[in-house]
């Protein structure tokens, strides 16, 4: 057994939505559920829930870690680095970069070396897309790039 940590959003009306994260406790999903809803505009309410599924993850002082025992911790390889060197080259900057089978919407600031995802919700309606996002983070921070989420609503 686990907890899932779920959240409302303001376009979702009463659904409550969740990803594959799931903690050991209650108490830790509450604050993975409560940093979502400080983070991002469109977070009505939060709650945890139990779950079948076994724990995956941990919240410990404010972090979120991935239990090393649970899974392989992605590294990625150098096709994966190439691949986001030639994204880089190829998108002007204030481009977009799409993911179509995740939905990941992402604008590069070439100057600041910085790729902001425009829609952070759709990591916790669909788990293909957090993971998606993660793997991002881990690729570009390899060739120097910072990938973050929007803040405040505005598309940037």
């Known amino acids: 057994m686990s907890w899932r940590p779920e959240v409302q959003l303001s376009t979702e009306g ?12 209650k108490d830790e999903a509450l604050g993975f559920a ?16 139990k779950s079948p599924d076994p724990v995956s ?52 600031h070439h100057e600041r070396k910085l790729m902001v995802l425009q829609n952070p919700e759709i990591t916790i309606e669909q788990f293909d897309s957090f993971v998606t ?7 570009f921070a390899c060739i120097g790039w910072n990938v973050v989420e929007l803040t405040g609503g505005r598309r940037q």
């Open 14 to 25: 009463d659904r409550w939505l969740a990803n594959g994260l799931r903690f050991a406790t």
């Open 133 to 139: 996002h993660q793997q991002t983070v881990a690729v």
């Open 57 to 108: 993850h941990k919240w410990e002082n404010n972090q979120l870690m991935v239990r090393d025992d649970m899974f392989h911790v992605y590294v990625p390889t150098d096709i994966d680095m190439a691949w986001a060197k030639h994204v880089v080259r190829i998108i002007n900057d204030g481009g977009t970069l799409i993911y179509p089978a995740t939905g990941l919407i992402y604008t590069l």
């Open 34 to 49: 409560a940093d979502l809803h400080r983070r991002w505009t469109l977070v009505v309410a939060h709650r945890a829930t």
